[in-house]
């Protein structure tokens, strides 16, 4: 009788020392990350967050096995509180990693998409645009056969991503593409007609701020593409400019004599490649432009789009924004 009473004793001591490792919380009270290699086994994964402080034992983490079916998932995660091991396994279960937002607003180019990439610490500005130029197979199908494109710019969509700290410059722009031809497939962009459509579309993003006018302002263009007259729209000087390493700030006069394909102010026709990657509105405007016969447009100090029919009409209208800038 003695031996059994001890013997239970015994198991309800091991039970309560169970309970403690499985049921109590433990951890950092401050952030703390621990980064899962891949193929990382559930006795090293234990090993590595006891080291870490954020399990009491990685033996609980061996019973915890026997309840719980699955696979670790690799990734950095971020602890800031004590939690109970459970907690712990089942979030290594569900594979919650820690990311970071990358956030691209409509109307940013490839260079601006750099620096954003830099500011939230994932790569070098210069080492991501590298990367840019590199992989254009990306877009491999979305433009003419033959097509070598200089870049992805255009189908980097805009949007707010989140990403592991640890994602590699081709996991971004993958990405990011992914979520272009899930939208042009969602807008029923013509195929055959992709490239045309997202320079437009660009044109568009940089020319216009109100969704309205983005129609309108299509129209304008398409009318001058017919008339054979020149786009003469600033933001693809401003992109030659940048594509040059040139761009200081304001439009020169040597800026619009600048022999580059993407100078609209010399060449007609639309630019050879997107200046900057649009959003939804300008996408659909480019697909959609509004019949009219308007030949010119120029912004007023509101912030609106002020548009002609002839030259005369267009000069008054610049030369009203332009007293307007000085009140």
């Known amino acids: ?123 070098k500005r210069d080492v991501f645009l590298a990367a840019e130029r590199q992989h254009t197979e990306l877009i491999a199908g979305l433009l003419p056969p033959n097509t070598r494109p200089a870049s992805l710019e255009g189908y980097l969509f805009p949007d707010t991503y989140h990403f592991s700290p640890h994602a590699t410059q081709l996991q971004m722009l993958t990405a990011m593409v992914h979520r272009f031809r899930q939208t042009s497939t969602q807008l029923g962009l013509d195929p055959a007609n992709m490239a045309h459509t997202v320079i437009m579309a660009s044109l568009i993003e940089k020319e216009v701020g109100q969704e309205t006018e983005r129609p309108l302002v299509a129209g304008v263009f398409v009318n001058r593409l017919a008339k054979s007259m020149p786009l003469a729209t600033d933001p693809t000087v401003i992109y030659a400019a940048l594509l040059d390493n040139r761009w200081r700030g304001t439009i020169y006069a040597s800026d619009l004599q600048s022999p580059s394909p993407y100078n609209t102010y010399k060449h007609t026709g639309l630019p050879p490649g997107p200046i900057c990657n649009p959003g939804v509105a300008s996408l659909r405007a480019a697909m959609n432009p509004s019949p009219t016969d308007y030949l010119y447009f120029v912004s007023d100090a509101a912030g609106h789009t002020r548009f002609s029919v002839d030259l005369k009409e267009h000069a008054q209208q610049v030369q009203a924004y332009r007293q307007a800038e000085k009140h």
């Open 1 to 123: 009788m003695k031996f059994v009473l001890t013997l239970f004793l015994l198991l309800l001591l091991a039970a309560g020392a169970a309970a403690f490792l499985i049921y109590i919380p433990y951890g950092p009270s401050s952030e703390t990350f621990v980064d899962i290699p891949p193929r990382t086994g559930a006795t090293a994964v234990a090993s590595l967050l006891r080291k870490n402080g954020i399990i009491r034992s990685r033996y609980a983490f061996a019973l915890l096995r026997l309840t719980r079916d699955g696979t670790f998932k690799a990734g950095e995660y971020r602890f800031d509180h004590p939690a109970p091991p459970g907690e712990i396994y089942d979030r290594l279960l569900r594979g919650d990693v820690y990311t970071r937002a990358l956030t691209i607003p409509e109307g940013y180019n490839i260079f601006d998409i750099a620096a954003a990439v830099e500011s939230a610490g994932f790569a």
